[in-house]
């Protein structure tokens, strides 16, 4: 089978027995090779097989760059990363099983929906990014974040993503020559960095470049620079100014145009140092979209019925009606509905039309009587609403401060940053085998760095807070003791080492509440 650039891809049958694996269906392909859904026949476990082209083997870069996919790859211990089970070759042909996730993807998504809605764009880049900090703390970097890379399974609070296909990753620092030596460059022309096209070095803040091309693209339903050809889209992303989600949708705050600018910037130093930085940022943005919606659709709602009628009356043109305030003076929103108004009585025999002699008093008096009667009546309908006292401050011009003017933390509100402060955990928990498993200690504090950046852009609610500050020196006294080790000063790194596992039990008892009820997890001190 051959692909529209001339690949031959190997072509394996359901029911085909392959390096143990059974296959059952084809799943996808892509530059490289072709992946399956197939059965391990050992252990009865569904994988997605990945099986290179043929052609490629006689390239010895592509070759190395497929069997570093296995190593690299498998080295990220993270969630929202797919598992690498194995890795070899197979009757002359290359393979890696990994875990497969049952769904779809985050391309198949965007081309059913175009654009998604906020929370869901949330829940979405908090996961990927979480996953590329913990790439980027094992000293890697995946250069090809896009879409179809995401993978999604679950729905609604439940969606779980996955990034996947670190085939071109490499170590931070290397040459970009190591893997392009064919005259190819690695990425996808949508989101690629500029500095990827140009041949430069590349960090983290290359992904968070293509991370902020995805996060556009999610807003907008449209790819950062939309041209022709594929050459005018490169030249877009190392010259064009960024692009702005406001252009495509206005009712957006400027907040997106100024994020997504900053994470685009041509110059690396100028975007956010880490993914998880970025993410924070997203849903700061994301929060304040949605309480301006929130206080828009307050200020927009719906009238009832009753409320309706006060309006209708108001409109409508006649004389004011003997008891009734003239028009400026009612409070705002009353909620009572005033009696019907009524023809203007002929004048009594005797006074001409206009006379400016007064009303007499019982007139007036009567008037009184009949607003009485109405209230008494209202307030006695309304009562079992709990609405009367809210009625009467209400004629009487007076006002009260609304609970809701305190803005509390919701419940849905709460759960997002539960979610962001979980991500922080996953970091730091990542940074943990890099210290205590591969004595990494240089890379470890690098992790520590990171995440003390996320939590230095976090903004947890008071009942996050105490969780919050304690991760805080937890990772303080953990970056003390990397250092320390790092520089070979492992007598003083013994004094943060203790001051860190005494904090561990604080931790857990302060988040495990919240990552128990919106998560459905528990963590130990074995974790930390």
């Known amino acids: 089978m051959a692909d529209a650039a001339g690949l031959t891809f190997p072509v394996l049958s359901p029911g085909t027995e392959f390096a143990g694996y059974r296959i059952e269906e084809m799943v996808g392909r892509g530059g490289m090779g072709v992946v399956y859904r197939a059965v391990d026949s050992t252990l009865e476990r569904t994988v997605a097989l990945k099986v290179i082209a043929p052609q490629h083997i006689e390239d010895p870069a592509v070759v190395s760059r497929f069997k570093s996919e296995a190593k ?10 797919v598992t690498i089970y194995s890795a070899g070759e197979f009757e002359g042909v290359l393979f890696l099983a990994m875990r497969f996730v049952p769904g779809t993807d985050l391309h198949a998504v965007m081309h059913e929906h175009r654009s998604l809605d906020l929370p869901r764009i949330n829940r979405i880049v908090a996961q990927v990014a979480s996953a590329l900090d913990a790439a980027h703390a094992c000293g890697l970097v995946h250069r090809d974040v896009k879409p179809a890379n ?4 679950g729905a609604g609070e439940n969606e779980h993503a996955y990034l996947t296909d670190f085939g071109i990753t490499k170590r931070l620092g290397a040459s970009t020559a190591d893997l392009t030596r064919s005259g190819h460059w690695v990425g996808t022309a949508d989101y690629v960095a ?22 556009h693209e999610l807003l907008t339903g449209h790819r950062p620079y939309e041209k022709d050809s594929v050459v005018a889209t490169l030249w877009a992303h190392v010259s064009d100014p960024p692009p702005a989600p406001c252009a495509y949708r206005p009712e957006l705050l400027p907040d997106f145009d100024s994020l997504i600018a900053r994470a685009t910037a041509k110059a690396p130093a100028e975007r956010f140092s880490s993914a998880g930085a970025l993410a924070t940022a997203l849903a700061g943005a994301i929060s304040a979209q949605e309480r301006r919606s929130e206080a828009h ?13 006060v309006a209708d009356d108001r409109a409508a043109p006649s004389r004011p009606d003997p008891g009734i305030e003239p028009a400026g003076t009612t409070p705002p929103n009353p909620v009572v509905v005033p009696p019907t108004r009524r023809s203007a009585a002929p004048p009594p025999p005797g006074r001409a039309t206009g006379s400016t002699v007064d009303e007499p008093a019982p007139a007036t008096d009567r008037s009184g ?58 970091l730091f928990i990542a940074g943990k085998r890099l210290s ?31 969780a919050t500050e304690t ?14 080790m790092a520089r070979g000063k492992a007598a003083l790194a013994r004094a943060p080492d203790a001051a860190h596992n005494a904090l561990r ?7 495990n509440p919240y990552a128990q009820r919106y998560l459905g997890r528990t963590y130990t001190i074995n974790n930390f």
């Open 72 to 81: 690299l790859a498998a080295s990220i211990d993270h969630p929202n990363v």
């Open 150 to 153: 995401i993978l999604l399974t």
């Open 194 to 215: 500029p500095e990827q096209i140009r041949g430069l070095g590349i960090d983290a803040r290359t992904d968070v470049y293509s991370l902020g091309c995805v996060i």
């Open 297 to 309: 659709s307050t200020r927009e709602e719906p009238q009832t019925s009753e409320a309706m009628t």
């Open 369 to 426: 009587r009949r607003r009485l009667r109405l209230l008494a009546v209202v307030i006695g309908v309304l009562a079992s609403a709990g609405v009367a006292v809210a009625l009467v401050v209400a004629l009487s011009g007076k006002t009260t401060p609304s609970p809701a003017a305190h803005h509390p933390v919701t419940r849905p509100v709460l759960a997002d940053n539960v979610r962001q402060l979980n991500a922080i955990v996953q």
């Open 436 to 466: 205590h498993v591969e004595h990494a200690y240089s890379a470890a504090a690098q992790n520590r760095r990171l995440v003390l950046d996320r939590l230095t852009a976090f903004h947890p609610p008071a009942q996050l807070r105490p």
């Open 471 to 484: 991760l805080r020196q937890m990772t303080a006294d953990s970056l003390a003791f990397n250092l320390d």
């Open 505 to 511: 039990p604080r931790f857990v008892a302060e988040f």
